[in-house]
């Protein structure tokens, strides 16, 4: 079982709508998740870290946790053409000073004009 | 100036050639990375290294190694490369604040090409 699993996409959304991501995670000792956004042959760049349950808005994103669930998502509102990227969802794993990050294989989102 | 640095940017190779990799960064950080990223299979860790003296395998470290020079340098060896390690490599930093924090920051990648 893969330790963090998201839908591979693609996920095609007109512009102006919701786009939601999921992802799910196997290690219920995590405590720390966040969401990159990946342009095609650019680096990932951070776009939301949360770490209680919840919701986290900052801007058109809102990110969402449910540690019982290991479930987080992230909605994107007012969906625009220069969303359209690869996300991938990021998850804390293994204990104390050895956390590290693990990764989802990403979701490809294409906001239709 | 970026905050993590990667060169080259861009190489081709031939298969059993040694290449090295290398990554810089500028944000003091003491925690390091090395990634590959393939189509459909995210971003997979080679190697990483919590400061100077600690370095520790990562998911698929066979056929890499590494080095650390310094708290800002890390670089990325294929002794002896072969046409299955035709990626994306990234390095990424971060900093342990204890807490749960541990934001990663990515360089912005080499693309190697084995033939």
């Known amino acids: 079982q893969k330790e963090v699993e998201q839908n591979s996409g693609p996920l095609s959304v007109p512009e102006g709508a919701i786009a939601s991501l999921n992802c799910t995670y196997s290690?219920?000792?995590?405590?720390?998740f966040f969401w990159y956004r990946q342009y095609s042959g650019k680096s990932p760049e951070l776009i939301m870290s949360i770490y209680s349950n919840g919701d986290k808005e900052d801007g058109r994103f809102t990110a969402q946790l449910n540690k019982a669930s290991q479930y987080v998502s992230l909605l994107i509102r007012d969906s625009q053409p220069s969303d359209s990227a690869t996300y991938l969802c990021?998850?804390?794993?293994?204990?104390?000073?050895?956390?590290?990050?693990?990764f989802g294989s990403g979701t490809q989102l294409t906001v239709l004009p | 100036d970026a905050d993590v640095t990667q060169t080259p940017r861009n190489r081709i190779t031939k298969t059993g050639k040694r290449i090295m990799l290398e990554c810089s960064q500028t944000k003091g950080h003491d925690r390091m990375y090395w990634y590959r990223q393939d189509p459909g299979l995210g971003l997979r860790l080679i190697y990483y290294?919590?400061?100077?003296?600690?370095?520790n395998k990562g998911e698929i470290s066979d056929g890499y190694s590494v080095s650390r020079q310094a708290q800002a340098k890390f670089s990325l060896s294929l002794e002896s490369a072969i046409p299955n390690q035709t990626a994306l490599y990234f390095c990424?930093?971060?900093?342990?604040?204890?807490?749960?924090?541990?934001?990663?920051?990515f360089g912005p990648g080499t693309r190697l090409t084995v033939l």
């Open positions: 290690d219920r000792g995590s405590q720390s």
């Open positions: 990424a930093t971060s900093h342990f604040y204890g807490d749960r924090t541990d934001t990663q920051y």
């Open positions: 990021a998850v804390n794993t293994g204990s104390g000073s050895a956390r590290q990050l693990t």
């Open positions: 290294s919590f400061d100077v003296k600690d370095i």
